[in-house]
């Protein structure tokens, strides 16, 4: 059991720019170790959310918009419109 958040997340273990292994908690298990790289992480965690129809965090707005915007934006599913508060938030960011 790991300590953390209670939503599925991605654990980077090690050292930022050297060794470092990237694994997915679910419920506080370990559920896939070792995943190669960073984007295939959020590529399977994404999957996970989406297959198993867990919700999306809502205790940080922006674990939100950025749940939202991989699924539309990244991946095509559902409508690509961009709900109104995440449109105000990709705009803000440049």
Known sequence: MFDG?????IAVVG?????????IIIEQQLVVRDVMSFPEA?????????????????????????????QKKLFGLESKKLSPKLTTFVNNLG
């Not at 399977?44 to 205790?59: G, H, M, R, S, V």
């Open 15 to 23: 050292e930022p720019y050297g060794q470092h292994h990237v694994h």
């Open 42 to 70: 959020m590529k399977l965690l994404f999957c996970f959310f989406y297959t198993l129809d867990i919700a999306y965090p809502k205790n940080k707005r922006r674990d939100c918009y950025v749940h939202e915007y991989l």
């Open 5 to 9: 958040p209670q939503h599925p997340h």
